[in-house]
Structure formats: structure tokens, C-alpha cells
């Protein structure tokens, strides 16, 4: 017996605004994700009913929406919402449990975030017709204080993400390695690792490494940086996918991860790319990537997709209504000034790179078909977000016959070894 399913999925939610109402450029979107009997999206905001105190640091701009938003992600379709992402403690814990309460009131299954690790990093699971979907979700953009903590017997655990933990080495020549050297003992900038191993405050590194400030090096013929993911958050993830694979039809494994390979924006990080291909030898059946604001390419692994970036489908960040003092702080501006001044002065100063970038404003919306776990078809249609619109109305998707979008993601793929043809305003994936 054959378990065909159908899948649609977005990149970034950043949801701070409601929906016009009667908007026709939602019923075509609408017509598109209504295709898969599973709708995925990942919430880039947190939402609230009440005013939770703003956390010290954010993911950018302090994101946060009103309950009332859910109508209009229910709107479009959404039935799979990923919230592991570097916004979704933006206003601490208290952001976190309303974002939680309202999914849950709201009837839409979520992965990614939770009262402690185990309900963060676990699947969970979407009912469709005829399949079992899990999702599960992972971010490796964080700041360390929002890492869900594990619980024990004698203590409970700590709210958060389903953390993707990275550990970077940088590698440089021998020449280079004696002179980090001579500047690290002429600047002390190892004073306080030194005292804490002396002290027996912490183990030191391998003999291999030699630390500077935060940042770990080895010495080696050719330079190069490699990053690694947690051994920990590795094996959880995996773990996690198993168990899935043996409780559903179809496992989806949602990871927000802005991190490029070198200087290529455009480019998916190594350890990404074999991380994916890992979690499909595990058993999951698809991958899906958001994060950098930018659409990255698309791989056909063991006939299951890897989409690196879907970009953004909602993008919201700059008619956000009120910011914490912090915010402000960062371009000089006091009490006296208010949200729109904070927007000028970042254009005025040149520190406004998203708004100014169109590649930003362009998405597509995968539309994908698999029997019993393998892909049989994929389509890609192009959206717009208004990048030559004023900031205030600009961020809600259209359907588009502007087809940049599609070539620049099929020039992206093909390293992946995957074609895409355009028909009729649309991507069609061959591999």
C-alpha cells in the first residue's frame, strides 16, 4: 500500500503586523500552501498576549507579535510550525511560555522550544489523512542563556531552544602561530585562562590548541577554519530523528542556522551540508533550512530534499512598534526619540544591510510529493515581499512573475547536482 504525501514549506515567519484584511495576495498564497496536506513555517517572533520584560540580548531587533497573528498563519494554511531560532526568547521567559501557551490554544503543533531540553528537543507529531508527520527543530544562532537545561531527579530543567552547539578551530601555519603567541603574551589577553587552570577553575585545552581569548587554534600545513557540531547536541538531534522514524510515516527536521560557508553568504556551511546528509542516512525525510534571510540552494539526497534556505516569508522587522532601551542605545538615541527615528538613523549610518538588500525580499515556496519515503515530485514558486516598497508596508508575500528568485536558486543547486527547469512561472526540481 502506498503512504503518498504531499508537503509545502516557507523560511522565516518574522511576524510583527496583522494581515490587511481582504488581501488578495493571500488567497494566492494561500492556494499554494494549501497544496501539501503538511504547511510548515518557522516562527521567527515571539507572541504575547501580556508585556514580557525584553531580554537583555535579541536576535536583531526584539520581535514580538500579538496573539491575534495566529489567525492569520492559520489563515494561509499552516498546520507545522518550527520555533528554535535566535528570536524566540527575545522577551526571556515569559515571551517563551506565551508563545507556547498560544500555539497550544491555537491547535498548532510546534517543535523546537520548551520548558526544559527534553520538551524542546523532542518530535512531535502532526496527524494528516492518511501519514504520521514528527517534527523536530534546531538552532545553532543563540545566545547561551536561552539553552534549554536538562532536568533531574533533584532539580527541574530551564526553558529554551533545542541548542546546535558549534565548536570552531581555526588553523594557521607555524609562522602565524608564533606570532598569535607574541601578541597573546604582550597583550595578556590569556590572563584570565591562565589563572582559572592554575586555580583548577577549569581543565585546560589540549596540548594541540592554544587558546586566544574565546577563540581556539591549532597549527597545521594549510590554513583553514572548521566547525563542528556538539558531540551532545549531535547525538540528541539523531537520537530524536530515530525515535521518530519508528512513531510516524515521514520525519521533518527544521534547523535555523545562519552560519555561510566562508565568505559566500549564498553558501550552506560544511557542517550543515554533512550534518543534513547525516540525519537522512538517520531516517529523516526532510530537511528544511531558514535563517540567513536569503534563499541558499537545494539538494536531492537519497531521493529526499535538503532545502540549505528558504529565505524569508514573512519579514516584518522594521514596523515593529516599540523597542527597549538597548536598542536605541546602539545608535546613540535617547528617550526623546522613537521607533522611526531608530530606523532613519540606521539608514542614515549604513547599518539598515538587510533592508537594502533585494535578494532579501525574494523567497520561493516549495510545493514537494513522496511515496513511501522517496520524492517523486518537486515545484518552487517564486514570491516577492515588496523590497521597492516603503518599510512600513513591505514584508507580506506575493505571487510573482519576476523569475530571479528561481534562477538564482537553480544556479545555486547545481553543485548539488540538481537542475531546475522554468515553466510557466514555475521551478520544476529534476535530479
Avoid at 410 to 417: N, P, V
Wanted: negative net charge; hydrophobic residues 35%; contains cysteine.
Amino acid at each position: 500500500m502506498s503512504n503518498s504525501i504531499t508537503f509545502t514549506a516557507t523560511g522565516d515567519s518574522l511576524i510583527t503586523r496583522r494581515l490587511p484584511s481582504g488581501d488578495v495576495s493571500m488567497d494566492n498564497i494561500k492556494s499554494i500552501i494549501q497544496l501539501g496536506d503538511v504547511r510548515f513555517t518557522n516562527l521567527e517572533t515571539t507572541v504575547q498576549s501580556t508585556e514580557s520584560f525584553p531580554s537583555a540580548v535579541s536576535g536583531g531587533t526584539w520581535s514580538s507579535a500579538s496573539p491575534e497573528m495566529f489567525c492569520d498563519l492559520l489563515g494561509y494554511g499552516f498546520n507545522l510550525v518550527a520555533w528554535a531560532n535566535n528570536h524566540t526568547l527575545d522577551f526571556s521567559y515569559g515571551g517563551l511560555r506565551s508563545t507556547e501557551q498560544l500555539l497550544n490554544k491555537y491547535g498548532i503543533v510546534h517543535a523546537g522550544a520548551g520548558n526544559n531540553l527534553a520538551s524542546a528537543s523532542e518530535p512531535r507529531y502532526l496527524e494528516t489523512n492518511n501519514n504520521r508527520v514528527a517534527l523536530i527543530a534546531t538552532t545553532s544562532n543563540f545566545d547561551r542563556t536561552w539553552i534549554a537545561g536538562e532536568q533531574r531527579r533533584d532539580m527541574i530543567g530551564r526553558p529554551g531552544i533545542n541548542p546546535m552547539r558549534l565548536n570552531t578551530i581555526y588553523t594557521i601555519n607555524a609562522t602565524h602561530m608564533k606570532q598569535l603567541k607574541e601578541i597573546a603574551e604582550n597583550c595578556k589577553i590569556n590572563s584570565a585562562y591562565q589563572i582559572l587552570t592554575n586555580k583548577g577553575y577549569m581543565k585546560e585545552h589540549p596540548d594541540c590548541w592554544f587558546p586566544f581569548g574565546e577563540y581556539i587554534f591549532q597549527e597545521g600545513d594549510s590554513e583553514s577554519t572548521i566547525i563542528k557540531i556538539d558531540p551532545r547536541d549531535e547525538n540528541r538531534i539523531v537520537n530524536s530523528i530515530r525515535e521518530a522514524k519508528r512513531q510516524s510515516d515521514y520525519v521533518v527536521l527544521s534547523i535555523h542556522t545562519h552560519q555561510p560557508n566562508s565568505d559566500d553568504l549564498e553558501e550552506p556551511a560544511d557542517f550543515i551540508v554533512n550534518f543534513a546528509r547525516k540525519c537522512i542516512d538517520e531516517g529523516a525525510h526532510a530537511i528544511i533550512c531558514h535563517g540567513p534571510h536569503i534563499v541558499r540552494g537545494i539538494e536531492i539526497y537519497k531521493n529526499r530534499p535538503i532545502f540549505y534556505s528558504l529565505g524569508n516569508f514573512i519579514f516584518q522587522n522594521e514596523s515593529i512598534t516599540s523597542q527597549p532601551s538597548d536598542f536605541y542605545d546602539k545608535f546613540g538615541l535617547g528617550h526623546e526619540h522613537n521607533i522611526a527615528d531608530v530606523f532613519d538613523k540606521k539608514e542614515e549610518i549604513g547599518l539598515n544591510g538587510l533592508s537594502r538588500d533585494y535578494k532579501v525580499w525574494q523567497s520561493l515556496i516549495p510545493y514537494w510529493k513522496m511515496e513511501n519515503g522517496e520524492l517523486r515530485e518537486l515545484a518552487l514558486y517564486p514570491i516577492d515581499l515588496g523590497f521597492e516598497k516603503p518599510r512600513y508596508k513591505r514584508g507580506w508575500p506575493e505571487l510573482t512573475s519576476n523569475m530571479e528568485v528561481l534562477h538564482n536558486v537553480a544556479q545555486l543547486s547545481r553543485k548539488f547536482g540538481v537542475e531546475i527547469e522554468i515553466m510557466d512561472g514555475v521551478g520544476k526540481i529534476h535530479w
